[in-house]
């Protein structure tokens, strides 16, 4: 493994009355070289302090930082070979685009022959050629990020840090950049660690998934693997979004298990889980998106509460049981919104289920 982040804990003191707060409790992530791996998760949750560590701002209270094979705990910032990206830019105001992308060649000393290479490449990359002479306040805010990109890629580091970059871009710039990033991350393949609250984000860029939550780690996996076979509830409805029903399994004969809910029962197949035993109470986790909802037939008789229409899809409401089920129709064929107040039938896509334990 390239960059470990082996067992860290970090514990912040107790400072104006206020108790101490144990903002990492022994938090595992393995990274390999040229990996894009995300950590994601709530405000609070400790993704940003285990990111200001890696970069040396921020020191374990236990545990340690390892890169290369080497424990980098008491390395100083500006000597770990690291670059950040931070969520406001950064960039000089003073300076123009060259000139900002070579602050940090400047302060290596490196020669101006060099230098200009270097910056000559990573202009191009980021799609800036020709903008060398502009003020930053003459930059678009997407410009401005490939600016911070540019002047973080140009020092060649060992690990790109990139704290929250695209949050304060609009939607559609956001989106753009994503796949900028990533394009670029497999073109330079570049050690990359990325600290987003954006599940949509995560997905996109990701190699793996760091799912944390009030200092722990929940999850860690492929994001078709964490949207597909979410550890715990919190994983489920933090990426993405996803109903949840409760019920009994019933019988098993194989990989093929029978649940109980609702009145009725759903058979779901997977050998993920061969630890869930008959009786057992467990939590079925169902996807907008594997909600069927017709008016003719299904296994469930639910009632539409609230339709929303969408443009390309449309979102319903509905209530099973007194539970609140959402569905998402992304059907071309089906946009035709059923009325709210309609007695519907109700099905899942069964293949696609997960259950967990109760």
Same mark, same amino acid.
């Given at each position: 493994m390239y960059l470990v982040i082996d067992n860290v804990v970090k514990v912040f003191p107790p400072r104006g009355g206020a108790k101490e707060v144990r903002a990492l409790d022994g938090i595992n992530i393995e990274i390999n070289k040229g990996e894009l791996v995300t950590m994601l998760g709530p405000s609070g949750c400790g993704k940003t302090t285990t990111l200001r560590m890696v970069a040396g701002f921020e020191f374990p209270t236990s545990g340690n930082i390892i890169l290369d094979g080497n424990v980098i705990n008491e390395v100083p910032t500006h000597k770990r070979d690291m670059s950040m990206v931070f969520q406001s830019y950064a960039i000089f105001p003073h300076l123009n685009v060259y000139e900002n992308i070579a602050y940090g060649l400047n302060v290596q000393k490196m020669s101006k022959a060099e230098q200009k290479k270097r910056i000559n490449e990573v202009l191009d990359m980021v799609d800036l050629i020709g903008y060398e002479t502009r003020a930053p306040n003459q930059l678009s805010g997407g410009q401005q990020q490939r600016v911070a990109l540019a002047r973080a890629l140009v020092m060649e580091p060992k690990v790109l840090l990139m704290d929250e970059p695209l949050s304060n871009l609009d939607t559609k710039l956001r989106e753009q950049m994503r796949f900028e990033i990533r394009q670029l991350q497999r073109q330079l393949g570049f050690t990359c660690l990325y600290v987003t609250h954006d599940q949509l984000e995560a997905m996109v860029l990701s190699d793996k998934v760091v799912v944390m939550n009030q200092g722990l780690i929940e999850h860690i996996g492929k994001p078709r693997e964490i949207y597909r076979y979410p550890a715990s509830r919190f994983?489920?409805?933090?990426?993405?979004?996803?109903?949840?029903?409760?019920?009994?399994?019933?019988?098993? /004969? *194989?990989?093929? +298990?029978? %649940?109980?809910? /609702? *009145?009725?029962? +759903?058979? %779901?197949?997977?050998?993920?889980?061969?630890?869930?035993?008959?009786?057992?109470t467990v939590d079925i986790v169902i996807r907008p998106e594997m909600v069927k909802v017709r008016t003719d037939e299904g296994k469930f008789q639910g009632r539409i509460k609230q339709a929303a229409y969408l443009g390309e899809s449309i979102e319903y409401f509905i209530d099973l049981n007194g539970l609140q089920l959402t569905a998402h129709e992304t059907d071309p064929t089906r946009l035709d919104m059923i009325p709210e107040d309609t007695s519907v039938k109700i099905s899942f896509m069964e293949d696609c289920l997960h259950i967990l334990k109760k």
């Open positions: 994983v489920a409805d933090f990426i993405g979004r996803a109903n949840f029903l409760e019920g009994q399994i019933t019988e098993r /004969h *194989g990989d093929d +298990l029978v %649940i109980a809910t /609702h *009145g009725s029962t +759903l058979t %779901i197949s997977d050998p993920h889980y061969h630890d869930f035993a008959v009786g057992e």
